[in-house]
């Protein structure tokens, strides 16, 4: 068969990757396991990969890391070496890498070693900090291409505005990683660098769009990473890989440099924030160092509103969302909120249960709201490489409206959507309800390509609310989490989602929970999920 | 003639403002001039009218209102009475109410005054101030017209947050204020309750939208009014009245309970704010009285960000914008702004000139997202009752495209929007501007019908900045502010307004000028405006 010309285009980013993964930390033939080994997450901790120190370095946290490097204890060089040695293994087993980027990494890490043999100081709250980033987020004079073939052309003329301020604050960037085709995958495939698996279980999805971000967490192929979410392509993720990671409120992160398509589409927005692989608090770490230094004053739609330092207490209410209604959570997710209601009522937390309110209204407006035109724009893309549509893109697609909406169907939609904020915060006020604890997903991580489902994470998208996530300590196992044979679809999406749970299809995927905050209250939201992480992890 | 079903629509709210006028404040008859009195602002002064004492409170401040009822030296019925008097004197003269709402503020001014008896405190920092109200925002059980017939029959089920918040706060609604067809005129006249015309001179508009606001301002009816402004509509009637008005930045005030053509519309948008009879430190009074009440907690898609306490000092650049390079502004305009700028410079204030940016680009954007649906919206509201479209209306509806935009056509032109406003912003910074002073409006009040052109302001709300207004202390003279007689205008649009001054015309109309800050630093610009108002005027 010849070799299309998409191919040819696709081929060159292969190459690119292939060529910039650092040769010197890729494992000698045969010390990695074959394809029959399905989880790999701790597979550097068994088989002596990376020495003693390099281990310790790679499961600590961002926090302890500076704080380390500020002592003068570990060198940023000696940071990014293991970090990146950690990714290139990562990368044999998970493909979630785009690109490696390992010279420019330990080039800076040993300029900030400079600095700080020369000052005694560190250059920024994230002094030596790798950071693995999402492809779509533009890095200067590299390809971007979202995910689209069409797009290999496109090579970014500057660092996103985000990268730029990361930078400032002392992180590196050491890797790029992976993405779906157009981005509206709750999975990780595309024409370009192919399929990202997950680390706990590699016959699974590592969930999207940042899904390179969600296996690069998992796997630990740095402290933070960078993704964006519209529908759950933080969240999914890092709950997919046993990982953490924030959506914060829309207009707070900076967001020039990301490149989307269907740029002035402001119905739903996507946001962009952190994911990270062992702590809560790296995300507010993360938050800070962008925010203390007043992106809104670069890029002037930001709300211009600083970065509180909040203290967390228990004294709030969280409500436990059991169920949105419409599709049944599989028994492992019931089993995780079953848990953590019970470690946070011992704790003293006062929980309540939560009644969602109407969120077939919430996912008739976002899903309606995410291709106003009939995803034209994002088909044409597609078409413009000919590249095949996956899927779960013509999956995506068909979300929308056949024809693109007129102006005034999209102006009643965002006062739908006005009116369904409203209303789910009054009901929040109402119940005295401060946060919600939720599913993130129908289940743990889906088999590839089954990511049907959005509306766990997208419901707080056309909410708005700020949204962490974070790891309960429970793994899915077939022994204890099986089938409920008594439960009774109420729908055929229902039915649809209740038949992919085949429990030892899962087995060994990590249980993590979805914790919502009211619009704007992103520093109270991750306070509180700190707070209610290390109860549950506890 | 036969009497026309929309005429009989209108008549309904002819008799409610009849109705409501309170009767015992109309001078008998011959006590007011008749029209030959041109310039009526300070009638009550020189007429007997009011009291010593009636006089004394309507030209104080809020700010000095509130002090003197806090120190029991003001009951706040007598305030309210004197309000209530001027205003319907006002009345008389301007026609600038649609409904007086007499008997309430009296009754609330008695429980206030009974409540500050009982406790010796103040309900909130707006205790016992009488605020006008442009007619569109909901008073509860009441019409809310808009300016358009067919919408006569709409009754608000409950007060707009924003007067709830301000209630609260302690002011009373005393008077409702007039308004233009379909809101968009820099005018004040309607098929309802007519033509609302200017203090200073009656043979000049008021401006508008908040044009009734602007009379109420200039007559001093009330110490603060509130309008809306999505072109202009609080600044210029602010401006033609030689009064005070402030445009926050978007989503800082609450807006439910406001009623617009075109909800959901969200491309360029509408914003309520304070106007003032005497000062700028009211407005600031105004705001904080409101979003000291988190009111993003009422109205959840506001930004939750406090009223900062900011203040003023004289450590900042202002630049001059002399001319937007479109449409050269009269000759009283160009005197304000000199005068100005010798006072601040006399005072130590910094100032440089500014080059405008492409205002005919922010024009293109600004005016095609006016209406996006080539004003379809509004031309069926107009038509639904059959009422005459006023030509100013057609004026602006012809802004449009003559066709709807399509979905991408409205995406580019936000995308266009975001662009513009980070340039402008970089710009500013760029040459060390904090904020610039530009005229108003091309000229001082204009004749009624005659205000077509809206880019002075309307470039503040497309860039989203925060923009106050204040008078200089000057008027036009005809006898100083001669035609540029060397001026060549540079197109046919110049040549539309350059043709509109004839001096003797503007005799009397005061001179204010328009004082815009950076996007979200809406209190740092009123703190400054208030400096600069007050060397200004001094």
Redesign the interface.
Known sequence: MAIESWQIEANKCKEILANSIPKQYVPKEGVLPGEEAIHVADICQKNGLLSENELAITVSTATDLVAKMGKGVLSAEEVVTAFLKRATIGQQLLNFATEFMADEAIARAKELDTYYKETGKLVGPLHGIPISVKEHIGIKGRICHTGYVSWIQNIAPEDALLVQLLKKAGAIFHVRTNQPQSLMHLDCQNNITGMTVNPYNRKLSPGGSSGGEGASMGFKCAPLGIGTDIGGSIRAPAAFNGAYGFRPTALRNPY?GIILA??????IRCVVGPLASSSVEDMDLFMSAVIDQEP??L???L???PWKRVQGTKDFTVAIMWDDGIVHPHPPITRGLQYAKEKMQAAGIKVVDWEPLDHALGWDIVATLYF??GA??QRKIVADSGEPLLPLTEWAFNYSRPE?????E??????KR?KY??DY?ALM?ARGVDFILSPTYVGVAPEPGASHYWNYTAIWNILDQPTAVFPTGLFQDPKIDKVESSYVPRSAEDEREFAKYVPEKFEGAPICLQFTG????DEETLAAAKLVSDIIQA
């Open positions: 020039d269907g740029e002035g589409q402001e119905s809104w004053d890029e002037p739609s709300v211009a509103m106003p035109d034209a724009c693109a909406l007129t102006i005034h999209n102006w009643e939609y965002n006062a006005e904020r409203a915060h006020k009211k619009h704007f209250k």
